[in-house]
Nanobody
Framework: QVQLVESGGGLVQAGGSLRLSCAASGRTFSTYSMGWFRQAPGKEREFVAAISKSDGSTYYTESVKGRFTISRDNAKNTVYLQMNSLKAEDTAAYYC?????????????????WGQGTQVTVSS
């Protein structure tokens, strides 16, 4: 069973950058598609980005396209979320998640394993 630990969150000014990392334990990381989700106070958890296990295809919610980049390093059992040009509305707790399948990657209910989250706060 894979376990996930996020890191890299923090406080940054608007326009700045952060890189989130999600380290997975276990030997089966490459068999999971990976996603990043976020949840702001009082709001539902929303999809941010995902990367498929099969061909590395990436998917983004519209509001982060061109600013965020998801990538994975299977040798290091890690998935990353590079966040540039951050905005105040990006403030949220960010969670990585693992899914055995390759479809419905934007649907949080389809994910099998979740990390504990890391807080990102963007000051305007």
């Amino acid at each position: 069973q894979v376990q996930l630990v996020e890191s890299g969150g923090g406080l940054v000014q608007a326009g700045g950058s952060l890189r989130l990392s999600c380290a997975a334990s276990g030997r089966t990381f490459s068999t999971y598609s990976m996603g990043w989700f976020r949840q702001a106070p009082g709001k539902e958890r929303e999809f941010v980005a995902a990367i498929s296990k099969s061909d590395g295809s990436t998917y983004y919610t519209e509001s982060v396209k061109g600013r965020f980049t998801i990538s994975r390093d299977n040798a290091k059992n890690t998935v990353y979320l590079q966040m540039n040009s951050l905005k105040a509305e990006d403030t949220a707790a960010y969670y990585c998640a693992a899914r055995r399948g390759t479809n419905y990657l934007a649907n949080h209910s389809r994910y099998d394993i979740w990390g504990q989250g890391t807080q990102v706060t963007v000051s305007s």
